[in-house]
């Protein structure tokens, strides 16, 4: 087993961060109007640059914004049933 390089703190402090960048550009009333269906394009095009992206350092960035993008949907659109509780 490879050892891992983040520890799960330090990953959720880096995407809560990204969300918060995230938020300051994109404001509530533009995230609040995106159906299920298109925040899974807009997590489609973020998974899709950070394939393309010309190194790791942009793939790691590209994929903290896919997390972020993901943890703005659930927001908006909300948690499974069984999570809510």
Known sequence: MR???AS???VFAAIKAE???QAGEWDSAHDSLHSLDEW???LRHE???ARVAP???GCLTEI???AAVAVAAL???GLPEEVEG
């Open 3 to 5: 050892p891992r390089k």
């Open 8 to 10: 799960t703190h330090s």
């Open 19 to 21: 969300r918060k960048r």
């Open 40 to 42: 899974l394009d807009i």
């Open 47 to 49: 998974l899709e640059e």
């Open 55 to 57: 190194s790791t350092h």
């Open 64 to 66: 903290l914004h896919v």
């Open 75 to 77: 927001e908006w659109v």
